[in-house]
């Protein structure tokens, strides 16, 4: 039997590993599914078709698998899906996804999100996140790997983080931020590349190197969208040890919205 505090309402539908444990005061509903070693705090609402996996930290207060903030929501079956050794601190929101998407918002591996962070509907956030406190995502945001939000962040519907990347403090998004860039202000500006970052992720000197060259293309050559990636493909070519580099930033670049554009 999961550890489940006495004043806890857990619907006798809810599926719970037996290593689970539940705090006082938490209520679960009858689609939640939890996998094995995950903690639960007190006063939690987990409602929905809500899927949590394994070891996650779940502290006291949050709401996971309401109902998407969204006037055309009818009461589809949409989803929450939550991965393994996520840290989740108190006063959080994620909602189910919606029908007009995939019906799916999906939070990854090993992130770690700090208090008051709302996930709004078909969000999609990658691995090894950080979310510092009250970072705010409306609906269809993607959030790729190693995404580091600094506290007070605000992301427009529809934009995509890309990997590595970083935000300051009470930045404002309405573009799309491309993998390794550091932004900041509001709305957000790019500033530099996510150099520190990389280093602690061992990304080698020539990487490096290739994504200094990469922020000299997209932010002081003066060139198109459509330019830059052919110049960073090229660069690709010319340095076969920041291939890889290079390819994640043109793959991300290809799938920009003209209409939404890039953080510059």
């Not at 939640?32 to 779940?58: L, P």
């Not at 009470?170 to 590349?193: E, H, K, T, W």
């Not at 150099?195 to 198109?224: C, H, M, N, W």
Request: net charge neutral; with cysteine; charged share 15%.
């Amino acid at each position: 039997m999961a550890d489940i505090h006495p004043s806890a309402l857990v619907d006798p539908s809810a599926q719970l590993h037996d290593s689970v444990s539940v705090g006082p005061f938490t209520t679960i509903g009858p689609h939640v599914k939890v996998a094995s070693g995950t903690r639960i705090g007190s006063h939690c609402v987990i409602e929905g078709r809500t899927t949590i996996g394994r070891d996650n930290q779940i502290f006291q207060f949050n709401s996971l698998g309401a109902i998407p903030q969204d006037k055309k929501y009818a009461g589809e079956p949409c989803e929450l899906v939550i991965g393994d050794r996520n840290v989740i601190r108190e006063f959080c929101t994620f909602n189910i996804g919606t029908a007009g998407d995939q019906g799916v918002t999906t939070i990854g591996n090993d992130n770690w999100i700090m208090a008051y962070v709302h996930l709004a509907h078909d969000c999609q956030i990658g691995n090894h996140t950080i979310f510092a406190n009250n970072t705010q995502l409306a609906g269809h945001v993607h959030v790729g790997d190693w995404v580091i939000l600094g506290g007070f962040t605000v992301v427009h519907q529809f934009c995509k983080l890309g990997a590595h990347s970083f935000t300051a403090m009470n930045s404002l998004l309405f573009a799309d931020l491309p993998p390794y860039v550091m932004c900041q202000g509001q709305p957000a500006i790019a500033r530099s590349m996510n150099f520190e970052g990389l280093k602690r992720r061992g990304f080698s000197p020539e990487q490096i190197q290739t994504v200094k060259a990469i922020y000299k293309i997209l932010y002081r050559d003066g060139l198109t969208l459509e330019k830059s990636i052919q110049a960073i493909d090229t660069l690709g070519m010319n340095q076969p040890q920041g291939k890889e580099v290079t390819a994640l930033m043109s793959e991300f670049l290809r799938s920009v919205s003209p209409q939404r554009g890039i953080v510059r």
